[in-house]
Nanobody, 125 residues
Framework: QVQLVESGGGLVQAGGSLRLSCAAS????????MGWFRQAPGKEREFVAA????????VYADSAKGRFTISRDNAKNTVYLQMNNLKREDTAVYYC??????????????????WGQGTQVTVSS
């Protein structure tokens, strides 16, 4: 049974930092692209960042560039999202997801076949 379990969300003041983790089990983690998405109330789920199975060539949404860093530890089957200088507009439920795909398609939800349950991030002013 495949499981992706996010953790690390919470309430933080604007300008603060959070580190999200996503622990994977039941799938060949080291062979799969991992992505982070987020969904704010009333909005569609949107891409945040993705990283290849090797941990190279991270891709970021424009909103995340310069503030967020995606990384992974294949020995621990875990992907991380370090979020710095958080803004109120970063408030959302954050989801990790997994796919065998790479290239430009990974910015879409379409190729991802496994998803976590999400973790809430709330940024206050």
């Amino acid at each position: 049974q495949v499981q992706l379990v996010e953790s690390g969300g919470g309430l933080v003041q604007a300008g603060g930092s959070l580190r999200l983790s996503c622990a994977a089990s039941g799938l060949p983690f080291s062979a799969r692209t991992m992505g982070w998405f987020r969904q704010a109330p009333g909005k569609e789920r949107e891409f945040v960042a993705a990283i290849t199975w090797r941990g190279s060539s991270p891709v970021y949404a424009d909103s995340a560039k310069g503030r967020f860093t995606i990384s992974r530890d294949n020995a621990k089957n875990t992907v991380y999202l370090q979020m710095n200088n958080l803004k109120r507009e970063d408030t959302a439920v954050y989801y990790c997801a997994s796919t065998f795909a790479w290239s430009t398609v990974v910015v879409s939800t379409t190729p991802y076949d496994y998803w976590g349950q999400g973790t809430q991030v709330t940024v206050s002013s």
